[in-house]
């Protein structure tokens, strides 16, 4: 059974990168056909798709987080990682990785294999 699970630093500082990595056992990132997906939720509001790496390597983002998001993928180390540039308190959520069918894209925790979820703080 395929696990997922998430690392990162905890907190960091407005203006700065945020970077996590997900690290995944029990299956292969380039497995067909999987999003291998990052969602936030941040405190008080609901699940946030941020974007999916797929196993082809195809990348796709949410509109509204476009612009400072990248996902990529460690095949050697069977690991997709997020990168958030130019953080802002706004950006504090608990993040978490999941791999998820395409046509279950969106739909919640309920579907798909999930990771615990890892906290973000952003605060100088």
């Known amino acids: 059974q395929v696990q997922l699970q998430e690392s990162g630093p905890g907190l960091v500082k407005p203006s700065q990168t945020l970077s996590l990595t997900c690290t995944v056992s029990?299956?292969?990132?380039?497995?067909?056909?999987?999003?291998w997906t990052w969602i936030r939720q941040p405190p008080g509001k609901g699940l946030e798709w941020i974007g999916y790496?797929?196993?082809?390597?195809?990348?796709n983002y949410s509109p509204s987080l476009k612009s400072r998001t990248s996902i990529s993928r460690d095949t050697s180390k069977n690991q997709f990682t997020l990168q958030l540039i130019s953080v802002t308190p706004e950006d504090t959520a608990v993040y978490y990785c999941a791999r998820v069918r395409p046509s279950d894209y969106g739909l919640g925790p309920g579907f798909g294999s999930w990771g615990r979820g890892t906290q973000v703080t952003v605060s100088s």
């Open positions: 790496i797929a196993s082809s390597g195809y990348t």
């Open positions: 029990g299956g292969s990132i380039t497995t067909n056909y999987y999003y």
